[in-house]
């Protein structure tokens, strides 16, 4: 498993990274985290992202993005479906985002989470479709349900395949007035 944050940016997301690509090492923690929320795992994944943020977040690209400055910065974590958070009882990237909070504020970094995003129920699960099937998918089923906190928006998920649920988050969040900042995921496919 190589864990170095390389750029997996997709059409309509922006800046995005992701600290390693998604093999069969990577296959068996996802899994064990995603369906059994291990937080060990989980501290692992989330020691990985906090390297990934910190560096995108002082690279020349970021600042240009919004600017120079320390700014506080506000994880947003993809939404599960209803129907999958109940099933597993936990919902795995806001597990993660506030693993990662925790391990950026252990780093001096102001870091909050902030679950303001919801998806329809009548979305189908995304790990059984198509890569063409997925954007279909999502579009326009997520929306903004409250206000943020103060700080840069970063999109959080633990893998980008079609990149499909980061650009519907980012498109919610453009259309609620908010702005991203950049987005980062654990894993990635190629």
């Known amino acids: 498993m190589t864990l170095v944050a390389h750029d997996v940016s997709r059409p309509g997301l922006g800046l995005a990274i992701s600290c390693t690509t998604y093999d069969s090492a990577v296959t068996g923690l996802l899994h ?25 977040a002082d690279s020349g690209t970021a600042k240009a993005a919004l600017g120079e400055g320390n700014r506080a910065i506000v994880l947003v974590p993809a939404p599960s479906r209803p129907k999958a958070t109940r099933r597993r009882g936990f919902a795995p990237a806001p597990l993660l985002a506030g693993l990662l909070a925790k391990r950026l504020r252990a780093q001096g970094v102001s870091a909050t989470v902030w679950n303001g995003l919801r998806v329809q129920d009548s979305v189908a699960d995304q790990s059984v479709l198509g890569r063409a099937q997925r954007k279909a998918n999502l579009m326009g089923k997520m929306r903004v349900v409250s ?33 991203v900042w950049f987005a980062v995921t654990f894993a990635e496919t190629l």
Do not use: C, Y
């Not at 906190?149 to 988050?169: F, Y």
């Open 32 to 56: 064990r985290f995603k369906e059994f929320g291990s937080i060990p795992l989980g501290k692992v994944m989330a020691r990985s992202m906090a390297e990934a943020v910190a560096k995108t």
């Open 147 to 179: 206000a943020p906190p103060k700080g840069s928006l970063v999109l959080l998920d633990d893998i980008v395949t079609t990149g499909a649920t980061l650009v519907e988050a980012k498109r919610a969040l453009t259309e609620a007035g908010l702005t």
